[in-house]
């Protein structure tokens, strides 16, 4: 009984502890708010969700927007641009981070449920088609040449069938998974709806897919330009010829618009009756927009043209 | 006349003594490969991790800056989490088990009962983030709160609490009762000031590891669609929260090695957290199991 008693107390005791740290944590944010006084104090909650490619970009302008509007709470999820389309449609986000446009069909849902919405144009992804560091033969592909590797036909892929001159060994190939807007990409320019060679492996982590590569001499991958950016030293960079000679994926072509068509912009959807309703998220998407073109740059995408952040500024203040 | 054929005694002696260091080297083989990938498994994680784990590392938000970065908003919130999975799974779970311990009857009902609590032990978790989604967070509207994390995470671990407290429960000597019921007690009286203080050990052992779980799982909350990075800290249980396994499966999905890096340290302070926990779990039952 005696025990039972002490094993009562314990319990108690550690429930104090858990609430006395929760109201600690309190404590440090209430002293935050009352820094820094110069700026208009907004309030309000912002959810945002989507895509997994874009949310190193979103996360980089809350941290910094955290620090102008500390009363703002942005919550940023990344259950995937369909995931994060299905929440939006749902009413449960204000804004919807996509790595492709918005589909036809999740259009419509908008459409049905009355919910308006703009699309922000946040970075460009060059998409990035890697071989293993060993391989000596490959130094750029045509649309054609990826078409043929990429698309299943039945056969086994052979570096021969593309070019004689290359070896004849079985070509390894590694895509994202087919639920990440990267392949949704990936289809829409290369496969044409046509389905992916079965025997490809296919994985949602990127860096998988960098490790697949660096690991196989016969292997050919594609990802977004940050992972390539981060593994120059391990992997060899494909140059593609959209039609006007090979262009290999720098900062410089992406922004240009030169590294053509694996170059996809990024997205984020707003909903627009938010922008007029609430002052906190007009202040963050131009805030976002104001920064997108730095911070983007910091964690490995590349910026629009600044003209393209200017444009869509002055279509926000028309939602105003 | 020999009572025992001493040639045929030592003639199939050797066989079987080699049979046996055999079989003992074997599982001793198998026992130490598991230590060796447990081994591996610790020194990569703390050889990568150990250099960006100090305290600025558990008292920052996430940052793009790997450098700034912390999971103090991810353990803030993972406390948050158990403040509501381990009350509502602790009583739900020992409310059942003493219900089909002590008062059920045995029929077919409550077999059937049993029978599915222990097929929803073996039910993937992220099946019970789909349950989670639909229920907590759209039909209840709670959103992506605590309370719809926590509530999730409490069906998530309930399965297993019940059956380690109806275990706990059913070892608790059947003399106890007979002579409590002896004495005059009543079934409740029996059960709170009898059953339950003998059963407790067992009860919070398997609590305690349902709970080391609870904090573990990834898989239903990203389900549920819980936000990953967060600038503030919850206030009520309505409030949004992300955890601590939630930040791990972000960072490690990131392409520059220090998020890896930072991910490994997350994994870390995980660690801890359960190493915590189970050696709770072990003191408790050290110190209150020898009672008979």
């Known amino acids: 009984m005696k025990s039972f008693k002490k094993l009562a107390l314990t319990a108690m005791m550690t429930g104090v502890l858990a609430i006395t740290a929760a109201c600690g944590a309190q404590g440090t944010e209430g002293n935050k708010e009352q820094a820094g006084e110069e700026v208009k104090q907004l309030q309000g909650e912002i959810k945002i969700d989507g895509s997994s490619t874009v949310f190193p970009i979103m996360e980089a302008v809350v941290e910094e927007y955290g620090m102008t509007q500390p009363n703002v709470k942005v919550s940023v999820g990344s259950s995937g641009t369909g995931g994060g389309f299905e929440a939006f449609i749902a009413g449960e986000t204000e804004l919807s981070n996509a790595s492709r446009p918005i589909k036809d069909e999740e259009a419509t849902a908008l459409k049905e449920k009355g919910i308006d919405y703009t699309e922000v144009q946040l970075a460009y992804d060059g998409l990035s088609v890697v071989v293993n560091k060993d391989n000596d033969w490959v130094e750029s592909l045509t649309i054609e040449d990826l078409q043929k590797i990429w698309i299943e036909d039945g056969t086994t892929k052979k570096w021969s069938d593309i070019n004689p001159d290359w070896p004849a060994e079985e070509i390894k190939l590694y895509s994202p998974g087919t639920d990440s807007g990267t392949f949704d990409y990936f289809d829409e320019v290369i496969l044409d709806g046509k389905p992916i060679v079965e025997k490809a492996t296919l994985s949602e982590d990127d860096n998988t897919l960098v490790q697949g590569v660096q690991g196989d001499k016969n292997a050919i991958g594609y990802f977004g330009y940050a992972y390539y950016a981060e593994n120059k030293d391990t992997l060899k960079i494909v140059k593609i010829d959209g039609g006007e000679g090979p262009v290999e994926p720098t900062n410089e072509t992406i922004e240009s618009g030169e590294y053509a068509p694996l170059s996809r912009p990024l997205f984020t959807y707003v909903k627009n009756t938010a922008i007029k309703d609430q002052e906190e998220v007009y202040d963050f998407v131009k805030f976002l927009l104001e920064n997108a073109a730095t911070l983007s740059e910091d964690v490995g995408y590349v910026k629009l043209p600044e003209e393209e952040y200017t444009k869509q500024l002055d279509t926000l203040e028309t939602l105003k | ?292």
């Open chain 2, 1 to 292: 006349m020999n009572l025992i054929n001493h040639e045929s005694v030592v003639k199939r002696m050797k066989p079987r003594l080699s049979k046996n260091s055999i079989s003992k080297w074997i599982f001793f083989a198998l026992t130490m490969f598991v230590l060796l990938i447990l081994g591996v498994l610790l020194y990569r994680i703390f050889s990568q991790g150990l250099g960006y784990l100090d305290l600025q590392f558990l008292q920052s938000l996430p940052s793009r800056k790997p450098e700034n970065a912390g999971v103090y908003a991810a353990l803030i919130g993972t406390i948050w989490l158990m403040a509501v999975v381990a009350p509502v799974s602790l009583l739900l779970g020992v409310g059942t088990a003493i219900y089909l311990e002590e008062y059920a009857k045995e029929n077919a009902i409550t077999n059937f009962i049993k029978v599915n609590i222990s097929n929803l032990a073996g039910v993937p978790s992220i099946v019970f983030g789909l349950l989670g989604l639909t229920v907590f967070v759209r039909a209840l509207a709670f959103g992506t709160s605590v309370l719809a994390a926590g509530l999730t995470m409490s069906l998530l671990v309930l399965p297993v609490i019940i059956v380690a407290s109806q275990e706990a429960i059913r070892a608790v000597p059947n003399q106890l009762r007979e002579a409590s019921f002896g004495l005059g007690a009543t079934k409740w009286q029996t059960i709170v000031r009898i059953v339950l203080p003998a059963a407790i050990p067992g009860i919070l052992t398997g609590g305690i590891l349902a709970l080391s779980r609870a904090i573990g799982e990834t898989a239903p909350l990203v389900v549920l669609g819980m936000p990953l990075f967060l600038a503030f800290l919850p206030k009520t249980f309505f409030d949004m929260i992300t955890v601590l396994p939630l930040q791990i499966y972000n960072w490690t999905g990131r392409p520059q090695a220090e998020f890896h890096a930072l991910a490994a340290a997350g994994i870390i302070v995980l660690l801890v957290m359960l190493i915590i926990m189970n050696s709770i779990a072990v003191l408790i039952r050290n110190k209150f199991q020898k009672r008979y």
